[in-house]
């Protein structure tokens, strides 16, 4: 059971907590610039409507009119936010300061409140009332839904067909030529597959030709045993398992809404960890985020994907280094999942970790339920920078893994070469990628 | 790391090149039958073989590093890395203030901002020592790993003590720390190391590292080891010793220049023009040493390539030989070279090489090209560009009082604000309330105010008036149409404000 915070006008928030609420450490950082009380020559904190308090404030900023920033901040529901800049972030950096004032007490109680305060107020209390006389909006005629994914179904395995046929010929009439065939051999088969609706496939195969350097015919015939491994698995139809079946579905490109996923998929309480997140990029140029979690009693992993536009940055719905007692829903995969409500997140000390072999057992047991895995969460104990042909992070064994060295030098610099623990994905093919390093004192920092 | 290295993946992979419409699926002992035949069979296979290798993937061995010895100074607050954070990401024109800040606190920064710091500071050799103070032995450690941070390990710190062991056997970074060390707490003994090691000295680059020790308490006894340094091969390193005998007038090096330039200068050459130069003579070795030139080449020279070495003679001299030859002050000096327009440049150089009070006073003070003549409209000079240096031997009040007196409670000065990014901080209260006197001024009619004048003003004002003056500005931008950078420069000051507070 979660427990509602009740919030009363005198109960302030820490500014460790506001500071949770930012959408993204540059979010974090751009509020930190207009966080001084000076750039807030008006704001107060008044009883909201309906429960709850509202802190609002005017900031002056650049431009000729100050922007209107509020935060709605109700016990049992999920702090609102209204803010008249542009920003797309939600918290914005104005509103995420004037929090960060309020939380240091730089924010006077008052009765009064400016028109726009009251307008804002009153229609937010006006739509919950609304919510809970109402009747919810009528839910989806089921059979229509199940004719729809029977429909989508039938579009993918005739794509899938295809597939199997086209990577047969590929290795029926030799890969030598490969390196010389244009970009539009592979896209061709890849604008098929979106055309039947498999967009995890799709993708899997405009990275067909991606860059193998002297070893691309093992790369390529990599690539192309797992795919065909995929197309296999996709068109048995019986013979395995309901979630097997599942991440053969999903990475053949058939997602759930995560609507329906709320409302139906299999529900774990725990206490999560948040053990890190690393951006990626699709192949269709979006931003992505994977977060990790792991269930402290359940010890299950779970997977937080989030994506944005190029220009801006994917949603972190978890905080790195903190944990969170609550309820996850998972997709029927088992292993993506989302938040249930808004739970607390407090500071949690380093997640318990173990030892390199330890980590690549679990790999390959992650690999049994999904032989396309790319990258799996490890937690190393007691992890040191170490050098063989480059840069490896060894356990008190003295086994080691190879480092990818895009955050290494923030790694050395944290550590100094001495014992940690390390969140990090491992990739057999690119290395492991530290996320989330927990200093000396238990202090979580994201690389 | 990223293929299957089973036996059987080679001969798959073979078969995969040449393509199973022409040879057959080859019978691998490792791997089970498959049922299929042709491509679906070899497809399957890879796919087998792909996951059993990557699920069968085993541990490497590597020699963990060797950790670096706990820094014991105290982190700044969380607040002062918080900012940090935030100067890094979009306000780097203010990094250097924070760090001299934070390196006068004795505090460390934040382990994890050290690699970024490094990579400024590597591509700014300004923020060095500042940097190299802040990110501590850690920053040191961390660098052992970077080539290119490498400079980090031969800054000297205020903490570095010197070592025997470490001068006699130490890395040339070691060295060059132990060399500042002892040269902070007994000059002549760092001297006398200097001029023992100096002919083994093999590399010009640690040559020029290690007499840079001697700028540390520099005195008359210095002066024989960088007169040797002129005969050195590296250009650097002679450049370097010069720079140094330049702040010892009483050197016989010194002496020396004043020879050369009393043998140069010619009195009442004619009545329009009372003192001049003539060209040295470019086979002059003994003067080319001494002034660290390089012999001219064969082919004839302009004039201004001539010039050019008697203007290097007339800025590295003692000024004194001019007021001795011409019996008057600095002023009268002035004066008399004012006709002969490359002389009269080449001794306001010489004021600015030889920091002398006096003469950068007399220079400023000059009716028609000093400090009151700059602030001019439509003032054109190369004073402006030495402007900085000029004001840099004065004390700060006085440098505060000159601009203020200069610019005078008249016209809007054009380019004030470039000429208040010269007099350096701290601005004195009553600089910074004219100043604020001019922002809060309405806009002149008829468009005769120069916004990108004002803007700049207000750019001078953001990154040097001392932001506990915020007061004075009044919180209304006075101009409606150079709001935004008037509400830049509250916001700079408030957010310095903050910076300041918290370290």
Same mark, same amino acid.
């Given at each position: 059971?979660?427990?509602?915070?009740?919030?009363?006008?005198?109960?302030?928030?820490?500014?460790?907590?506001?500071?949770?609420?930012?959408?993204?450490?540059?979010?974090?950082?751009?509020?930190?610039?207009?966080?001084?009380?000076?750039?807030?020559?008006?704001?107060?904190?008044?009883?909201?409507?309906?429960?709850?308090?509202?802190?609002?404030?005017?900031?002056?900023?650049?431009?000729?009119?100050?922007?209107?920033?509020?935060?709605?901040?109700?016990?049992?529901?999920?702090?609102?936010?209204?803010?008249?800049?542009?920003?797309?972030?939600?918290?914005?950096?104005?509103?995420?300061?004037?929090?960060?004032?309020?939380?240091?007490?730089?924010?006077?109680?008052?009765?009064?409140?400016?028109?726009?305060?009251?307008?804002?107020?009153?229609?937010?209390?006006?739509?919950?009332?609304?919510?809970?006389?109402?009747?919810?909006?009528?839910?989806?005629?089921?059979?229509?839904?199940?004719?729809?994914?029977?429909?989508?179904?039938?579009?993918?395995?005739?794509?899938?067909?295809?597939?199997?046929?086209?990577?047969?010929?590929?290795?029926?009439?030799?890969?030598?030529?490969?390196?010389?065939?244009?970009?539009?051999?592979?896209?061709?088969?890849?604008?098929?597959?979106?055309?039947?609706?498999?967009?995890?496939?799709?993708?899997?195969?405009?990275?067909?030709?991606?860059?193998?350097?002297?070893?691309? !015919? #093992?790369?390529?015939?990599? @690539?192309?045993?797992? =795919? $065909?491994?995929?197309?296999? &698995?996709?068109? *048995?139809?019986?013979? %395995?398992?309901?979630?097997?079946?599942?991440?053969?579905?999903?990475?053949?490109?058939?997602?759930?809404?995560?609507?329906?996923?709320?409302?139906?998929?299999?529900?774990?309480?725990?206490?999560?960890?948040?053990?890190?997140?690393?951006?990626?990029?699709? !192949? #269709?140029?979006?931003?992505? @985020?994977?977060?990790? =979690? $792991?269930?402290?009693?359940? &010890?299950?992993? *779970?997977?937080?994907? %989030?994506?944005?536009?190029?220009?801006?940055?994917?949603?972190?719905?978890?905080?790195?280094?903190?944990?969170?007692?609550?309820?996850?829903?998972?997709?029927?995969?088992?292993?993506?999942?989302?938040?249930?409500?808004?739970?607390?997140?407090?500071?949690?000390?380093?997640?318990?970790?173990?030892?390199?072999?330890?980590?690549?057992?679990?790999?390959?047991?992650?690999? *049994?339920?999904?032989?396309?895995?790319?990258?799996?969460?490890?937690?190393?104990?007691?992890?040191?920078?170490?050098?063989?042909?480059?840069?490896?992070?060894?356990?008190?064994?003295?086994?080691?893994?190879?480092?990818?060295?895009?955050?290494?030098?923030?790694?050395?610099?944290?550590?100094?070469?001495?014992?940690?623990?390390?969140?990090?994905?491992?990739?057999?093919?690119?290395?492991?990628?530290?996320?989330?390093?927990?200093?000396?004192?238990?202090?979580?920092?994201?690389? | 790391?990223?293929?299957?290295?089973?036996?059987?993946?080679?001969?798959?992979?073979?078969?995969?090149?040449?393509?199973?419409?022409?040879?057959?699926?080859?019978?691998?002992?490792?791997?089970?039958?498959?049922?299929?035949?042709?491509?679906?069979?070899?497809?399957?296979?890879?796919?087998?073989?792909?996951?059993?290798?990557?699920?069968?993937?085993?541990?490497?061995?590597?020699?963990?590093?060797?950790?670096?010895?706990?820094?014991?100074?105290?982190?700044?607050?969380?607040?002062?890395?918080?900012?940090?954070?935030?100067?890094?990401?979009?306000?780097?024109?203010?990094?250097?203030?924070?760090?001299?800040?934070?390196?006068?606190?004795?505090?460390?920064?934040?382990?994890?901002?050290?690699?970024?710091?490094?990579?400024?500071?590597?591509?700014?050799?300004?923020?060095?020592?500042?940097?190299?103070?802040?990110?501590?032995?850690?920053?040191?450690?961390?660098?052992?790993?970077?080539?290119?941070?490498?400079?980090?390990?031969?800054?000297?710190?205020?903490?570095?003590?010197?070592?025997?062991?470490?001068?006699?056997?130490?890395?040339?970074?070691?060295?060059?720390?132990?060399?500042?060390?002892?040269?902070?707490?007994?000059?002549?003994?760092?001297?006398?190391?200097?001029?023992?090691?100096?002919?083994?000295?093999?590399?010009?680059?640690?040559?020029?590292?290690?007499?840079?020790?001697?700028?540390?308490?520099?005195?008359?006894?210095?002066?024989?080891?960088?007169?040797?340094?002129?005969?050195?091969?590296?250009?650097?390193?002679?450049?370097?010793?010069?720079?140094?005998?330049?702040?010892?007038?009483?050197?016989?090096?010194?002496?020396?220049?004043?020879?050369?330039?009393?043998?140069?200068?010619?009195?009442?050459?004619?009545?329009?023009?009372?003192?001049?130069?003539?060209?040295?003579?470019?086979?002059?070795?003994?003067?080319?040493?001494?002034?660290?030139?390089?012999?001219?080449?064969?082919?004839?020279?302009?004039?201004?390539?001539?010039?050019?070495?008697?203007?290097?003679?007339?800025?590295?001299?003692?000024?004194?030989?001019?007021?001795?030859?011409?019996?008057?002050?600095?002023?009268?000096?002035?004066?008399?070279?004012?006709?002969?327009?490359?002389?009269?440049?080449?001794?306001?150089?010489?004021?600015?090489?030889?920091?002398?009070?006096?003469?950068?006073?007399?220079?400023?003070?000059?009716?028609?090209?000093?400090?009151?003549?700059?602030?001019?409209?439509?003032?054109?000079?190369?004073?402006?560009?030495?402007?900085?240096?000029?004001?840099?031997?004065?004390?700060?009040?006085?440098?505060?009082?000159?601009?203020?007196?200069?610019?005078?409670?008249?016209?809007?000065?054009?380019?004030?604000?470039?000429?208040?990014?010269?007099?350096?901080?701290?601005?004195?209260?009553?600089?910074?309330?004219?100043?604020?006197?001019?922002?809060?001024?309405?806009?002149?009619?008829?468009?005769?105010?120069?916004?990108?004048?004002?803007?700049?003003?207000?750019?001078?004002?953001?990154?040097?008036?001392?932001?506990?003056?915020?007061?004075?500005?009044?919180?209304?931008?006075?101009?409606?149409?150079?709001?935004?950078?008037?509400?830049?420069?509250?916001?700079?000051?408030?957010?310095?404000?903050?910076?300041?507070?918290?370290?």
């Amino acid at each position: 059971m979660v427990l509602p915070r009740v919030i009363r006008v005198s109960d302030r928030w820490s500014t460790d907590e506001v500071w949770d609420l930012a959408p993204d450490p540059s979010s974090r950082k751009a509020a930190l610039k207009v966080a001084g009380a000076g750039s807030w020559p008006r704001s107060g904190v008044v009883p909201a409507d309906g429960g709850g308090l509202a802190v609002w404030g005017e900031c002056e900023g650049s431009g000729a009119k100050p922007y209107l920033a509020a935060a709605h901040l109700d016990g049992e529901k999920a702090p609102a936010y209204k803010c008249s800049c542009p920003s797309r972030k939600i918290p914005c950096k104005h509103v995420l300061a004037l929090l960060a004032l309020w939380s240091r007490g730089a924010v006077a109680d008052r009765r009064d409140r400016p028109e726009w305060v009251a307008a804002w107020l009153s229609a937010r209390h006006a739509r919950q009332e609304r919510a809970v006389n109402g009747t919810p909006a009528a839910p989806v005629d089921p059979e229509r839904a199940a004719a729809t994914l029977r429909a989508r179904e039938r579009a993918v395995t005739a794509g899938l067909e295809e597939l199997r046929l086209w990577l047969r010929d590929q290795v029926d009439g030799g890969l030598a030529g490969a390196p010389e065939l244009g970009y539009d051999h592979w896209d061709r088969m890849a604008k098929r597959l979106v055309d039947a609706k498999a967009g995890g496939a799709a993708s899997l195969v405009t990275q067909l030709p991606q860059n193998g350097g002297d070893r691309w !015919p #093992d790369r390529l015939l990599e @690539r192309l045993g797992l =795919l $065909h491994l995929l197309v296999e &698995g996709y068109l *048995a139809e019986d013979g %395995t398992d309901a979630r097997f079946r599942a991440v053969v579905r999903s990475r053949a490109g058939i997602s759930t809404r995560t609507e329906e996923v709320l409302a139906s998929g299999e529900r774990v309480r725990d206490t999560w960890r948040v053990l890190g997140s690393r951006e990626g990029l699709t !192949p #269709d140029g979006m931003r992505s @985020r994977r977060t990790w =979690l $792991h269930g402290s009693a359940t &010890g299950r992993w *779970a997977l937080s994907l %989030t994506y944005a536009r190029p220009a801006q940055a994917p949603d972190s719905p978890f905080r790195c280094g903190t944990e969170t007692d609550g309820e996850l829903a998972f997709h029927p995969d088992g292993r993506r999942a989302v938040r249930v409500g808004r739970t607390p997140e407090r500071p949690a000390s380093p997640p318990p970790g173990g030892t390199v072999d330890q980590a690549l057992d679990s790999y390959a047991a992650a690999l *049994a339920q999904d032989p396309w895995l790319e990258a799996w969460p490890v937690v190393l104990e007691n992890a040191v920078p170490a050098r063989a042909d480059g840069w490896h992070l060894a356990d008190p064994t003295g086994a080691s893994l190879p480092m990818e060295t895009g955050e290494l030098w923030r790694l050395l610099a944290a550590t100094g070469g001495r014992p940690a623990t390390v969140a990090a994905e491992w990739s057999p093919v690119t290395g492991l990628a530290p996320m989330t390093v927990w200093d000396a004192d238990g202090k979580a920092l994201a690389l | 790391m990223n293929h299957p290295d089973t036996p059987s993946w080679g001969r798959l992979v073979s078969t995969a090149l040449v393509g199973t419409s022409r040879r057959p699926v080859p019978d691998l002992p490792d791997l089970p039958r498959r049922p299929g035949r042709g491509a679906a069979a070899l497809l399957d296979l890879a796919a087998l073989d792909t996951v059993r290798a990557r699920a069968g993937y085993t541990a490497h061995t590597a020699e963990p590093v060797t950790p670096d010895a706990p820094d014991p100074r105290p982190e700044t607050g969380p607040a002062a890395t918080r900012r940090l954070d935030a100067i890094l990401t979009d306000r780097s024109e203010l990094l250097p203030e924070w760090l001299s800040h934070a390196a006068r606190s004795g505090r460390r920064v934040n382990h994890a901002q050290i690699p970024d710091l490094l990579e400024r500071a590597a591509r700014d050799s300004g923020l060095r020592s500042a940097v190299a103070t802040v990110v501590g032995d850690r920053g040191t450690w961390l660098a052992g790993f970077n080539r290119t941070w490498s400079f980090v390990a031969g800054e000297p710190l205020p903490t570095d003590t010197y070592s025997d062991a470490a001068w006699n056997d130490g890395t040339p970074a070691e060295r060059r720390r132990a060399l500042f060390a002892l040269r902070a707490t007994d000059p002549a003994a760092a001297r006398s190391l200097l001029t023992a090691a100096w002919p083994r000295e093999s590399r010009g680059e640690e040559r020029r590292g290690l007499l840079q020790a001697l700028a540390v308490n520099l005195g008359p006894d210095d002066a024989g080891l960088l007169d040797a340094a002129l005969d050195d091969r590296g250009a650097n390193v002679r450049g370097l010793a010069l720079a140094l005998l330049t702040r010892l007038p009483e050197s016989a090096h010194a002496h020396r220049l004043r020879g050369y330039l009393r043998e140069h200068v010619r009195l009442d050459a004619t009545p329009r023009c009372p003192v001049e130069v003539t060209a040295t003579d470019p086979r002059r070795t003994d003067l080319l040493r001494d002034l660290a030139l390089a012999a001219p080449g064969n082919r004839s020279q302009s004039r201004d390539e001539r010039w050019e070495h008697s203007r290097v003679l007339v800025t590295h001299t003692p000024l004194d030989v001019w007021t001795g030859l011409l019996d008057t002050g600095p002023v009268g000096v002035l004066a008399l070279a004012e006709q002969e327009k490359d002389l009269y440049e080449a001794l306001a150089d010489a004021a600015c090489v030889q920091a002398d009070p006096d003469w950068t006073r007399a220079v400023l003070d000059h009716p028609r090209s000093g400090l009151a003549h700059l602030v001019r409209p439509g003032a054109q000079h190369p004073q402006r560009q030495r402007l900085r240096a000029l004001l840099a031997p004065l004390p700060v009040t006085e440098r505060c009082a000159r601009v203020l007196a200069a610019i005078g409670s008249g016209e809007e000065p054009p380019q004030l604000g470039e000429i208040l990014l010269a007099v350096g901080a701290p601005w004195t209260r009553e600089l910074s309330e004219e100043v604020v006197r001019r922002l809060a001024a309405p806009a002149e009619p008829h468009g005769r105010g120069d916004p990108r004048g004002y803007r700049l003003l207000c750019e001078a004002a953001a990154g040097r008036m001392p932001p506990e003056h915020l007061d004075l500005l009044p919180g209304e931008p006075p101009r409606a149409e150079e709001e935004a950078a008037y509400l830049r420069l509250r916001k700079t000051l408030r957010f310095r404000l903050d910076m300041h507070r918290e370290l």
